[in-house]
């Protein structure tokens, strides 16, 4: 069949050959049935024409919508259709309130008194019970004090962590283990001075160092916790090494660096940065994924860096937004090759973040 210009397609149109944008994505797929809103994303990413099968599908009736309403707008695996995370009394904010409560107390009583492992893995277990509703960009605690930093990365990089090792395809008895990784690694933050911790001005060189203890201590105090493994402790210790060999403290590079550190070195990148600090506001997770897609290239593990950000932003068309200019509007289309700059459609007009790039999206509304 011949191409037919882009301008001159009706809606209802069906496509019989991949419609592939000038990066090389996908756009549409084989089979396609055009919607009204598609012939407005096909000139928003300069598509010039595309081969249909001529045959127009008949007219709606009035007060009917399109009978293609069911047919994907994207092709598969671009974008994911879940269901949206349930509100605040929801029982996975339930249980994380009750993960957050427990983790406080062990991290105060941290080295003073032996850690409730069976209390906190049975805590755990009832958080990750839940997990269906986590949704790493969208989920937000109910009250986030910012004294209770530490706690709240805490308990969203062990949920965090746990999903990666999903997604990494680890095998289902390294999950456990990955989460208590995520909940503990900063353990040793509990045996560092607090000021040093909130202080908002640049650290000292020996102020510094000091912070950077935290690692050893960390492992200090899981070396003889029982119920974890040699991954969890190690975890503790190499959070911050790089795989590069520039980290800390032992300077080990990526081939000496424990996976579930590796794992939890990301989660807890991201939540640190996205987390609201008493002396720095919280960041717009797109943003956090293009810095850790930049840290990846000697930093961080880059194959841990790129399912992760692949994944994170698998969010459903529809999904509304605000862009950093404070505009209101809804995620339509997700490249894959581009996953932290969808299009947005705002008021019926589409904003291209990946044209766009003074713009972003500062956060996830529904």
Same mark, same amino acid.
């Given at each position: 069949?011949?191409?037919?210009?882009?301008?001159?397609?009706? /809606?209802?149109?069906?496509?019989?050959?991949?419609?592939?944008?000038?990066?090389?994505?996908?756009? *549409?797929?084989?089979?396609?049935?055009?919607?009204? !809103?598609?012939?407005?994303?096909?000139?928003?990413?300069?598509?010039?024409?595309?081969?249909?099968?001529?045959?127009?599908?008949?007219?709606?009736?009035?007060?009917?919508?399109?009978?293609?309403?069911?047919?994907?707008?994207?092709?598969?695996?671009? =974008?994911?259709?879940?269901?949206?995370? #349930?509100?605040?009394?929801? $029982?996975?904010?339930?249980?994380?309130?009750?993960?957050?409560?427990?983790?406080?107390?062990?991290?105060?009583?941290?080295?003073?008194? /032996?850690?409730?492992?069976?209390?906190? +893995?049975?805590?755990?277990?009832?958080?990750?019970?839940?997990?269906?509703?986590?949704?790493?960009?969208?989920?937000? $605690? +109910?009250?986030? !004090?910012?004294?209770?930093?530490?706690?709240?990365?805490?308990?969203?990089? #062990?949920?965090?962590?746990?999903?990666?090792?999903?997604?990494?395809?680890?095998?289902?008895?390294?999950?456990?283990? =990955?989460?208590?990784?995520?909940?503990?690694?900063?353990?040793?933050?509990?045996?560092?001075?607090?000021?040093?911790?909130?202080?908002?001005?640049?650290?000292?060189?020996?102020?510094?160092?000091?912070?950077?203890?935290? @690692?050893?201590?960390?492992?200090?105090?899981?070396?003889?916790?029982?119920?974890?493994?040699?991954?969890? +402790?190690?975890?503790?210790?190499?959070?911050?090494?790089?795989?590069?060999? @520039?980290?800390?403290?032992?300077?080990?590079?990526? @081939?000496?660096?424990?996976?579930?550190?590796?794992?939890?070195?990301?989660?807890?990148? *991201?939540?640190?940065?996205?987390?609201?600090?008493?002396? !720095?506001?919280?960041?717009?997770?797109? %943003?956090? %994924?293009?810095?850790?897609?930049?840290? #990846?290239?000697?930093?961080?593990?880059?194959?841990?860096?790129?399912? *992760?950000?692949?994944?994170?932003?698998?969010?459903?068309?529809?999904?509304?937004? !605000?862009?950093?200019?404070?505009?209101?509007?809804?995620?339509? *289309?997700?490249?894959?090759?581009?996953?932290?700059? $969808?299009?947005?459609?705002?008021?019926?007009?589409?904003?291209?973040?990946?044209?766009?790039?003074?713009?972003?999206?500062?956060?996830?509304?529904?």
């Amino acid at each position: 069949m011949p191409y037919v210009a882009v301008s001159e397609i009706k /809606p209802g149109s069906k496509i019989i050959k991949d419609v592939v944008t000038p990066l090389g994505g996908t756009l *549409f797929t084989k089979g396609k049935v055009i919607l009204p !809103r598609d012939l407005e994303i096909l000139q928003a990413f300069l598509i010039q024409q595309v081969e249909i099968e001529g045959v127009q599908a008949a007219e709606p009736k009035p007060g009917e919508g399109p009978k293609a309403a069911k047919t994907n707008t994207v092709k598969a695996g671009a =974008v994911v259709n879940e269901a949206l995370l #349930s509100k605040s009394n929801s $029982p996975l904010h339930d249980e994380y309130d009750k993960m957050l409560s427990l983790i406080k107390q062990c991290y105060r009583s941290a080295g003073a008194a /032996p850690l409730p492992m069976l209390e906190l +893995r049975g805590q755990l277990e009832a958080l990750i019970a839940h997990l269906k509703d986590y949704h790493v960009l969208k989920f937000v $605690p +109910r009250a986030l !004090r910012e004294e209770d930093y530490n706690y709240h990365n805490a308990v969203l990089s #062990s949920l965090t962590s746990y999903k990666l090792a999903q997604w990494c395809a680890y095998p289902q008895k390294d999950w456990m283990q =990955v989460a208590f990784a995520g909940l503990l690694h900063d353990i040793g933050n509990t045996k560092v001075d607090n000021f040093l911790l909130h202080k908002p001005m640049t650290l000292t060189h020996s102020e510094a160092e000091e912070v950077r203890k935290h @690692t050893t201590l960390g492992y200090q105090i899981l070396r003889t916790v029982t119920a974890i493994n040699e991954g969890v +402790r190690l975890t503790a210790l190499q959070h911050h090494e790089k795989v590069d060999g @520039t980290g800390y403290p032992l300077h080990l590079d990526g @081939t000496q660096i424990h996976a579930y550190a590796k794992i939890v070195a990301v989660a807890d990148i *991201f939540h640190a940065m996205t987390l609201e600090k008493s002396y !720095r506001k919280a960041q717009s997770p797109y %943003l956090v %994924l293009e810095q850790i897609l930049k840290e #990846s290239f000697g930093k961080l593990d880059p194959a841990i860096v790129q399912i *992760f950000i692949q994944k994170a932003t698998e969010l459903y068309n529809g999904t509304k937004v !605000r862009l950093s200019d404070g505009r209101h509007g809804e995620i339509i *289309f997700t490249d894959r090759s581009n996953p932290t700059r $969808p299009m947005v459609q705002i008021e019926g007009k589409i904003v291209n973040l990946m044209l766009e790039r003074e713009l972003y999206i500062q956060e996830i509304i529904a």
